[in-house]
């Protein structure tokens, strides 16, 4: 029997047993909830530093910070800067130079504080960028590398009534890439574990500095319990496994407690309550010196007994965690507590989990030995993924929840179900994941390596990295797939063996790919680096699709944002202006020829509105045909994934939101295509002008929405005066679920396609469920003809707190879009760049009915 390359990959990483291979002890859950102990102590050092740059190494460390500023702990160097008013706007014109030369000297950071009053205290660092060294009370206590590894240290000897905790952070380096230089890229950040895309290759340049996660005190007791591993063990009988890890330097004996309530819906809550010892037969045993390693030097390294504790329970009257679409989210929170005897005080952990499986099936014909199993199978069901490609949030290291929700709420309302959060940002955040748990959006999450970096990088930090995120991750039902990193092409290496072997032995429930594009996925840029005709992405086919797509400006309200006094007012612009500076590679690789060109196919671009209307356009044209034609394809092709959802700088680029979370047009277009049900039509080409074409139609059904009903598809064309040139109609019952149905051809003569544009608009009904999109075609003959359109009228009104907009005009209205004018980077509404027949009004559900306007392409 073949072997699929999961098999075959999984073999060579010679991993041990995966946390749940051994025999648990069976346990039956009590209704309701029970009082946990008291928790061992944490005090916060976040919030208010002092910040400095280089200076008399002796002065700093004895805290001599009188040319400091301030600084917000957890935030970045650049932040601090910025906010003490020290340099510009970083984000405006071309000031990230200021704040870019910042990063190559030291940076000091300060704190003072009382002494804790907790018995056995650590002194914890959870994530640094990138090298830095910690001294307390003029202590040397060690140093640490890598940005997504924490540091630790015990400091109870070094303790003062009034104490100084000082930071050195050691400058970014700096190294010339000679092939591909430009005065922005700096290719150092091979040399460490970091987010390599603010290195000045992906429109941003501020290799970042900073203590951007949290930094505490912790009370570290004498027998401590440490995060505990829920897994699904049987999903139809809802039995859970649980795991936890003990260590202690001692014997010891205490009680454990765990409840299981419901998170996000009502339901009974449950628990169990055990004494458990370390000579009991419940256990696991291995020695190992988890607080020290060779990249974490801190203190005497100590032995420690690991004791994992492995119980089975099941959950009565469960309910499943599905992805966004097919199901509720539905969550659970856990809360385990250890209690040593003799302790005042417990170890702690609360989680959020979830019951759902996640396996991978073979492509159809499969397995193959050179392909991956692409077929995504959660709780059972296989399923087509529709998703989008996620990139760090911030170069400046802002991590903000709110704004997280912003952009995960917009894929959700997208009808996203995966994100591929790509080996050139980070292991995401706890707030990133907790929202995709919440909102049903799965994540493939790649480790910090592109490009083969992972034979460059030091391998500690890389392994460090790997271990300590997956530890903290893996309880998320969001994340369903291991990935190496990012267009590696040489990922055989004993690297990313590691990383295979680590996904095996601390989690085994996720597939691991060495890397993306690999086994029958595919990155295709042929429209944008190569400058191909749109055409090139309305034809592209995979198997799986991990990246493709075109950049495209911000709105205009955006630009005018990152564009200086100056030069707000000028156009067209220059290549060494601000506005060709916000592109993907500062313009240094023919960034702005590259827009003008897809603009171009649609318009003039005689003014910054008409510029930035047009390269909409096109982006939104490069997408939706893609992704519509990939799940046409279903299940050859069993995903797709176009690139971005979002951006880490405001710049055109390849994100459908811009980076202060305003809406592009390719949005609602996407939304369009990835809509549960769906009907489209398939071009091969844009250009169809006096040619004779049989248009295949599709019905998508993912979820089974439309099993046992009628249903109706309507197809229609109309010319470049909004006549009607011809209309389909198409009919049947759909007495089984089928995901992809061709109820026929749209066929059009060469006379009725001799017009520019010719638009298509197709609409699906059954019962009282409906959804439309439309298409424009032949637009190129006459430029900007997809906007001079004959105008027609609309009205809007807010009624019962939502929007009515209506076509009172005696022509369909093309393009239809409500806006917040300067509140765009918040708004959000149901649909946007829609279609109105004549006489036609629609509802729709706005964030916010005041200060709205209403418009479309062909508006009075």
Same mark, same amino acid.
């Given at each position: 029997?073949?072997?699929?390359?999961?098999?075959?990959?999984?073999?060579?990483?010679?991993?041990?047993?995966?946390p749940?291979?051994?025999?648990p002890?069976?346990?039956?859950?009590?209704?309701g909830?029970?009082?946990?102990p008291?928790?061992?102590?944490?005090?916060?050092?976040?919030?208010?530093?002092?910040?400095?740059p280089? !200076?008399?190494?002796?002065?700093? *460390? =004895? @805290?001599?910070?009188? $040319?400091?500023?301030?600084? #917000? %702990?957890?935030?970045s160097?650049?932040?601090?800067?910025?906010?003490a008013?020290?340099?510009?706007?970083?984000?405006?014109g071309?000031n990230?130079?200021?704040?870019?030369?910042?990063?190559?000297?030291?940076?000091?950071?300060c704190?003072?504080?009382?002494?804790?009053k907790i018995a056995?205290?650590?002194?914890?660092?959870?994530?640094?960028?990138?090298?830095?060294?910690?001294?307390?009370?003029?202590?040397y206590?060690?140093?640490?590398?890598?940005?997504? !590894?924490?540091?630790?240290?015990? *400091? =109870? @000897?070094?303790?003062? $009534?009034?104490?100084?905790? #000082? %930071?050195?952070?050691?400058?970014?380096?700096?190294?010339?890439?000679?092939p591909?230089?430009?005065?922005?890229?700096?290719?150092?950040?091979?040399?460490?574990?970091?987010?390599?895309?603010?290195?000045?290759?992906?429109?941003?340049?501020m290799?970042?500095?900073?203590?951007?996660r949290?930094?505490?005190?912790?009370?570290?007791?004498?027998?401590?319990?440490?995060?505990?591993?829920?897994?699904?063990?049987d999903?139809?009988?809802?039995?859970v496994d649980?795991?936890?890890?003990?260590?202690?330097?001692?014997?010891?004996?205490?009680?454990l407690?765990?409840?299981?309530?419901?998170?996000?819906?009502?339901?009974?809550?449950?628990h169990?309550?055990?004494?458990?010892?370390?000579d009991?037969?419940l256990?696991?045993?291995?020695?190992?010196?988890?607080?020290?390693s060779?990249?974490?030097?801190?203190?005497?390294?100590?032995?420690?007994?690991?004791?994992?504790?492995?119980?089975?329970?099941?959950?009565?009257?469960?309910?499943?965690?599905?992805?966004?679409?097919?199901?509720?989210p539905?969550?659970?929170?856990?809360?385990?507590?250890?209690?040593?005897?003799?302790?005042?005080?417990?170890?702690?952990?609360?989680?959020?989990?979830?019951l759902?499986?996640?396996?991978?099936?073979?492509?159809?014909?499969g397995?193959?030995q050179?392909?991956?199993?692409?077929?995504?199978?959660?709780?059972?069901?296989?399923?087509?993924?529709?998703?989008?490609?996620w990139c760090?949030?911030?170069s400046?290291?802002?991590?903000?929840?709110?704004?997280?929700?912003r952009?995960?709420?917009?894929?959700?309302?997208?009808?996203?179900?995966?994100?591929?959060?790509?080996?050139?940002?980070?292991?995401?955040?706890?707030?990133?994941?907790?929202?995709?748990?919440?909102?049903?959006?799965?994540?493939?999450?790649?480790?910090?390596?592109?490009?083969?970096?992972?034979?460059?990088q030091?391998?500690?930090?890389?392994?460090?990295?790997?271990?300590?995120?997956?530890?903290?991750?893996?309880?998320?039902?969001?994340?369903?797939?291991?990935c190496?990193?990012?267009?590696?092409w040489?990922?055989?290496?004993?690297?990313?063996?590691?990383?295979?072997?680590l996904s095996?032995?601390?989690?085994?429930?996720?597939?691991f790919h060495?890397?993306?594009?690999?086994?029958?996925?595919?990155?295709?840029?042929?429209?944008?680096?190569?400058?191909?005709?749109?055409?090139?992405?309305?034809?592209?086919?995979?198997?799986?699709?991990?990246?493709?797509?075109?950049?495209?400006?911000?709105?205009?309200?955006s630009?005018?944002?990152?564009?200086?006094?100056?030069?707000?007012?000028?156009?067209?612009?220059?290549?060494?202006?601000?506005?060709?500076?916000?592109t993907?590679?500062?313009?240094?690789?023919?960034?702005?020829?590259?827009?003008?060109?897809?603009?171009?196919?649609?318009?003039?671009?005689?003014?910054?509105?008409?510029?930035?209307?047009?390269?909409?356009?096109?982006?939104a044209?490069?997408?939706?045909?893609?992704?519509?034609?990939?799940?046409?394809?279903?299940?050859?092709?069993?995903?797709?994934?176009?690139?971005?959802?979002?951006?880490?700088?405001?710049?055109?680029s390849?994100?459908?939101?811009?980076?202060?979370?305003?809406?592009?047009?390719?949005?609602?277009?996407?939304?369009d295509?990835?809509?549960p049900?769906?009907?489209?039509?398939m071009?091969?080409?844009?250009?169809?002008?006096?040619?004779?074409?049989?248009?295949?139609?599709?019905l998508?059904d993912?979820?089974?929405?439309?099993?046992?009903?009628?249903?109706?598809?309507?197809?229609?064309a109309?010319?470049q005066?909004?006549?009607?040139?011809?209309?389909q109609?198409?009919?049947?019952?759909a007495?089984?679920?089928?995901?992809?149905?061709?109820?026929?051809?749209?066929?059009?003569?060469?006379?009725?396609?001799k017009?520019?544009?010719?638009?298509v608009?197709?609409?699906?009904?059954?019962?009282?469920?409906?959804?439309?999109?439309?298409?424009?075609?032949?637009?190129?003959?006459?430029?900007?003809?997809?906007?001079?359109?004959?105008?027609?009228?609309?009205?809007?009104?807010?009624?019962?707190?939502?929007v009515?907009v209506?076509?009172?005009?005696?022509?369909?209205?093309?393009?239809?879009h409500?806006?917040?004018?300067?509140?765009l980077?918040?708004?959000?509404?149901?649909?946007?760049?829609?279609?109105?027949?004549?006489?036609?009004?629609i509802?729709?559900?706005?964030?916010?009915?005041?200060?709205?306007t209403?418009?479309?392409?062909?508006?009075?």
């Amino acid at each position: 029997m073949s072997r699929s390359l999961d098999s075959i990959e999984a073999a060579q990483f010679h991993a041990g047993s995966r946390p749940m291979d051994a025999v648990p002890l069976r346990i039956t859950l009590q209704s309701g909830d029970l009082r946990h102990p008291a928790a061992t102590e944490s005090i916060s050092l976040d919030g208010g530093w002092l910040m400095a740059p280089d !200076g008399n190494r002796d002065d700093r *460390i =004895a @805290g001599n910070f009188s $040319d400091a500023i301030p600084a #917000v %702990v957890p935030g970045s160097v650049q932040s601090g800067l910025w906010q003490a008013g020290k340099v510009p706007d970083p984000k405006v014109g071309k000031n990230d130079a200021f704040v870019r030369d910042q990063g190559y000297q030291n940076w000091w950071f300060c704190k003072k504080f009382d002494r804790p009053k907790i018995a056995n205290p650590r002194l914890v660092f959870s994530g640094v960028a990138n090298k830095f060294g910690v001294f307390l009370n003029g202590n040397y206590l060690g140093q640490h590398g890598g940005m997504f !590894g924490s540091w630790e240290a015990e *400091i =109870a @000897g070094h303790l003062l $009534d009034e104490n100084l905790l #000082v %930071v050195l952070i050691l400058p970014i380096p700096f190294e010339e890439n000679i092939p591909h230089s430009h005065p922005q890229l700096n290719e150092a950040w091979r040399y460490t574990v970091t987010i390599n895309n603010i290195y000045g290759w992906h429109y941003s340049s501020m290799p970042c500095l900073g203590i951007w996660r949290p930094v505490t005190i912790e009370e570290a007791p004498s027998v401590q319990m440490q995060p505990p591993f829920i897994a699904v063990h049987d999903l139809q009988k809802s039995e859970v496994d649980f795991a936890v890890e003990i260590e202690a330097a001692v014997q010891w004996r205490g009680r454990l407690k765990i409840t299981i309530q419901p998170e996000n819906f009502e339901g009974a809550a449950f628990h169990i309550e055990r004494e458990i010892a370390s000579d009991e037969q419940l256990q696991i045993l291995s020695l190992r010196t988890p607080l020290n390693s060779p990249n974490n030097l801190a203190g005497t390294p100590k032995a420690v007994r690991i004791q994992t504790i492995r119980l089975r329970f099941t959950i009565p009257d469960a309910r499943l965690w599905w992805p966004n679409g097919m199901g509720e989210p539905n969550l659970y929170r856990c809360t385990a507590s250890f209690l040593a005897d003799g302790d005042t005080r417990a170890s702690i952990s609360t989680t959020t989990f979830g019951l759902r499986t996640v396996t991978m099936s073979p492509l159809p014909g499969g397995p193959y030995q050179d392909k991956y199993n692409w077929t995504f199978v959660i709780n059972g069901k296989p399923m087509f993924v529709k998703g989008t490609g996620w990139c760090t949030m911030d170069s400046n290291l802002e991590f903000i929840r709110d704004r997280y929700d912003r952009f995960l709420s917009l894929a959700r309302d997208q009808h996203c179900q995966l994100l591929r959060a790509w080996g050139c940002g980070l292991p995401e955040t706890d707030d990133f994941y907790d929202l995709c748990d919440r909102y049903g959006l799965m994540v493939m999450q790649e480790w910090p390596t592109a490009w083969n970096s992972q034979k460059i990088q030091p391998y500690v930090e890389l392994e460090e990295t790997v271990r300590q995120n997956t530890l903290r991750l893996r309880n998320h039902p969001s994340l369903v797939l291991w990935c190496g990193g990012n267009e590696s092409w040489q990922v055989e290496d004993p690297v990313i063996d590691m990383m295979g072997r680590l996904s095996i032995e601390l989690d085994g429930t996720r597939p691991f790919h060495r890397g993306e594009p690999r086994g029958g996925s595919r990155h295709d840029y042929g429209c944008w680096w190569d400058m191909k005709p749109l055409d090139y992405n309305v034809v592209m086919e995979s198997s799986f699709w991990g990246e493709f797509g075109i950049a495209s400006t911000p709105v205009v309200e955006s630009v005018l944002r990152y564009l200086p006094e100056d030069e707000k007012n000028t156009w067209p612009p220059t290549d060494e202006g601000s506005f060709a500076y916000h592109t993907p590679i500062f313009n240094h690789a023919r960034d702005l020829e590259r827009l003008r060109l897809y603009v171009s196919y649609f318009s003039e671009g005689a003014s910054m509105s008409e510029f930035v209307q047009a390269s909409q356009v096109a982006q939104a044209t490069a997408l939706r045909h893609t992704l519509e034609r990939a799940r046409a394809r279903w299940p050859h092709c069993t995903g797709a994934l176009y690139y971005k959802l979002n951006d880490n700088y405001p710049a055109a680029s390849w994100s459908i939101s811009d980076w202060y979370g305003a809406p592009k047009i390719a949005h609602y277009f996407c939304q369009d295509a990835f809509a549960p049900v769906h009907a489209c039509v398939m071009v091969s080409k844009l250009n169809i002008e006096n040619e004779t074409v049989a248009l295949p139609v599709f019905l998508l059904d993912d979820h089974g929405a439309l099993a046992g009903r009628d249903w109706k598809v309507q197809v229609r064309a109309f010319d470049q005066h909004l006549g009607l040139v011809h209309g389909q109609e198409y009919k049947g019952c759909a007495t089984t679920h089928e995901p992809v149905r061709n109820p026929g051809v749209f066929n059009l003569s060469a006379a009725q396609t001799k017009a520019s544009p010719l638009l298509v608009v197709v609409d699906w009904k059954s019962g009282e469920k409906q959804g439309r999109t439309f298409y424009w075609l032949n637009y190129e003959a006459r430029k900007d003809s997809l906007f001079q359109l004959p105008t027609t009228r609309l009205l809007m009104s807010i009624e019962r707190g939502k929007v009515l907009v209506k076509n009172t005009g005696p022509l369909p209205a093309v393009g239809v879009h409500v806006l917040r004018p300067g509140h765009l980077a918040k708004f959000a509404i149901s649909d946007n760049y829609f279609w109105l027949d004549a006489g036609e009004m629609i509802e729709l559900e706005a964030s916010d009915t005041s200060g709205l306007t209403v418009s479309s392409w062909n508006h009075l």
